[in-house]
């Protein structure tokens, strides 16, 4: 039977996961992402672990012996426990049943049939179990081939309905494809195809849960997006190869997460109110629209780069190349981009209280932007000249 080489200190965790099992009467399998990479080849920090029996009890017992905090949800008795070296998820074995007609979460059931809870899941290569009890420990679960599949470097659906049924899958396939170098089979590639429309059947919310996802590895997964027709579907703006570049030059450069500013991208023609976007992201979105070329040259933008997330300026580096030096000069120097007097030392120099305080900050802080003051004295020089002009009109 085959076997998963596990690395020396996962090998001994697990075996004490398996030999708590036994005691409380239950099984234990590792199952899904962690057996994929660990028959790969590839490391896996993840540990999932099916229990056949009480998954939180199983959990309290784990987290009795390496100490750490368990977090459980009662709803489906699963539990994670987290402690000083890492972090196991415990999930009660179930079935899932979808409803007929409308794309939705499954009724969840629990079941004691290790088989039953690899039959829902969305690939061969994720249905394969490892179990964990002493005398089996590391023997191989593997109903639908996914040893087969994995060799054969293949994502395959179980059965047709799968993308349908959960239409999240759909950038499952196509995350794994990029990220292990897989091949669709070919059916499953038909049904995802054929499936694609049910996209649009997905919330908001896990629509952009599964684009994070999928942006978090870098951007190539947009091209194959495009392939699939994904984005024309959900109405979404393709960004060409220039902008792709530029962000991704631009991420290493300021050192700024990009997922955000794709989703940016992703959304530009749409209207924010109709993604479910938060509060943020949308404010994000409308200065976004505000700002163009010829609004970037206007040394006034100062003012309005502040409010910008670093994901929105990455934006308009990405976007505006002819002026991404004014980006770029934003992040290299705005922590400069302060008035150094203040209110009081302003009022002092004769500048009369009420709203000419505020402007003739803004004028400073314009005027440092554009390296024409670079001193506290300057900025004392420029009051006085100010209130000079002031009093000569
Ligand atoms: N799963 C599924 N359908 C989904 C999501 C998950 O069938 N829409 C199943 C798969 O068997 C998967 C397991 O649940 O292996 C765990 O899911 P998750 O942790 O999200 O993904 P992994 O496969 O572990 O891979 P990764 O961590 O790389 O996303």
Redesign the pocket.
Known sequence: MRQVNFPKRQREILKSVGKLAKKLGYSAYL????V?DLLLGRTSQ?I?IVCIGDAVKLAKKFREKVGGKLLSHHHFPNATVKWEEGKIDFVTARSEKYPKRKVGLPAVEKTDDIMIDLG???FTI??VACNLLPEYFGDIIDPFNGLGDSEKRLIRILHSRSFRE?P??IF?AIRFRL?LEFNLEKDTEKYLKHDIKYLTKLTHDRLWKEFE?CLEDGSSILSLFKYYGILDVLGFNCPDENFKERVDIGSVQFGVNSVNTYILALAENRNPKSLNFDKSFTRQMGYVREIDNKRLVDVRIVHELFNLEDYTLLYLFGKYPNNSIIIENFFDNRDELVCDLNGKEIRELGVEEGPLVGEIMNKIIEKKWLGKITSREDEIEFVVKYVGEENDT
């Open positions: 199952v899904g992402g962690p994929r993840d999932d829902r899941r969305d994720n249905a959960d999240t899958r499952r990220e996802i």
